[in-house]
T-cell receptor, first 115, second 112 residues
Framework: ETGVTQTPRHLVMGMTNKKSLKCEQH?????MYWYKQSAKKPLELMFV???????ENNSVPSRFSPECPNSSHLFLHLHTLQPEDSALYLC??????????????FGPGTRLTVL | GNSVTQMEGPVTLSEEAFLTINCTYT??????LFWYVQYPGEGLQLLLK?????DKGSNKGFEATYRKETTSFHLEKGSVQVSDSAVYFC???????????FGTGTSLTVIP
């Protein structure tokens, strides 16, 4: 039990659909992260939120839109995705400042397939 | 720029064998180095970390030493168990702590 949950665990969507991924942490942490894990490629840090403010945006396409309404919840809104966006999307949280050197606790991920 | 290179897998070992997974990095400044583990169907978990040169991170029988002279952070365990079967990721954070760079992961299977 990592204390970080993600829903849904699996999602299949067409390129014209709009969907959202949800992440919830039950650890009382202040920072949350979205990562993309593609086959045969390194994990990519997409977004970092600290105290509900975005602190890092790694040139992610605008078809990915994060939202952090409070310190326990993080969303990733998806629209007009491409097949190459199919991947495992991982959420993580950490205790302190949103520095990636803080120990991060990961959720199990959402397996996204874009048709 | 910053990057991490780790050995390709998959790696298959017999129980109680010695494990080494190589990791080398390229970085400016003074990065921190990490090993994360991902068990089947789960998210990543921090296994160990080292924040400065010559530091040794250790956890659950695993060890890795931050070697600045060879820019390496190799993961070792003296005697692996079936329960160690997982994917292992080497990672680096930049000096400011704002960016994380992962390797591609090394899959380990331990057979009885």
């Amino acid at each position: 039990e990592t204390g970080v949950t993600q829903t849904p665990r699996h999602l299949v969507m067409g390129m014209t659909n709009k969907k959202s991924l949800k992440c919830e942490q039950h650890l009382g942490h202040n920072a949350m992260y979205w990562y993309k894990q593609s086959a045969k490629k390194p994990l990519e840090l997409m977004f970092v939120y600290s105290l509900e403010e975005r602190v890092e945006n790694n040139s992610v396409p605008s078809r990915f839109s994060p939202e952090c309404p409070n310190s326990s919840h993080l969303f990733l809104h998806l629209h007009t995705l491409q097949p190459e966006d199919s991947a495992l999307y991982l959420c993580a949280s950490s205790q302190a400042s949103g520095l990636v050197t803080d120990t991060q606790y990961f959720g199990p991920g959402t397996r996204l397939t874009v048709l | 720029g910053n990057s991490v290179t780790q050995m390709e897998g998959p790696v298959t070992l017999s129980e109680e064998a010695f494990l080494t997974i190589n990791c080398t990095y390229t970085a400016t400044g003074y990065p921190s180095l990490f090993w994360y583990v991902q068990y089947p169907g789960e998210g990543l978990q921090l296994l160990l970390k080292a924040t400065k040169a010559d530091d040794k991170g250790s956890n659950k029988g695993f060890e890795a030493t931050y070697r600045k002279e060879t820019t390496s952070f190799h993961l070792e365990k003296g005697s692996v168990q079936v329960s160690d079967s997982a994917v292992y990721f080497c990672a680096l954070s930049d000096q400011a702590g704002n960016q994380f760079y992962f390797g591609t992961g090394t899959s380990l299977t331990v057979i009885p």
